[in-house]
């Protein structure tokens, strides 16, 4: 499978998941969480049943010459939405370091990025990069002395911040 990058994807995700952090700081580790879940459940469940459409379809001689095993990632990944699942707030405290870390390192990414590009890039293209590493690692050091709704507000703003620097970016040196 052809790996998707396209810039203006993760622009529009990271608008879109700051802004519905902003405006529901409350809910939306909670519901984070079981996105996330359902991530892993659906595409689980789909690989078991291709899995077992396909084994019951053939012929047993067909069968051994298969090279189609039981899915067990599938099956793990099944087991790991529904934890998540059921589990939401259990997770929502662990998914509080890794905001914290992606935004350290979308930071740490476009400063070098910036840096490897082979032109002079003004100074003020630093800020915003420098500004979203500050607010990560701030993140990472007190976690816990605020409280999640500001953490959230907090993140969701780096996130909006990180989509305007990726636009500002993607629009200047597409060429």
């Not at 500050?134 to 999640?148: A, D, Q, R, V």
Request: hydrophobic share 60%.
């Amino acid at each position: 499978m052809k790996p998707l990058y396209n810039p203006l994807i993760y622009i529009i995700l990271a608008f879109v998941l700051g802004i519905f952090m902003i405006v529901f700081p409350n809910y939306a580790l909670h519901y984070i969480a079981i996105v996330l879940g359902l991530t892993l459940l659906i595409p689980g469940i789909i690989q078991v049943i291709r899995y077992i459409i396909e084994h019951s379809d053939k012929s047993r001689r067909i069968r051994r010459n298969s090279t189609l095993r039981f899915p067990i990632l599938a099956a793990l990944s099944i087991l790991a939405g529904i934890a998540i699942i059921c589990f939401p707030a259990t997770v929502a405290k662990i998914f509080i370091y890794l905001l914290a870390a992606s935004l350290v390192f979308a930071g740490i990414y476009e400063i070098v990025f910036l840096s490897l590009l082979h032109r002079r890039i003004p100074v003020g293209y630093y800020i915003l990069p420098i500004l979203i590493l500050i607010t990560g690692i701030l993140l990472l050091l007190n976690p816990l002395s605020i409280t999640k709704a500001v953490l959230v507000t907090i993140f969701g703003w780096g996130s909006i911040v990180y989509g305007i620097s990726e636009l500002i970016y993607y629009i200047k040196f597409r060429r």
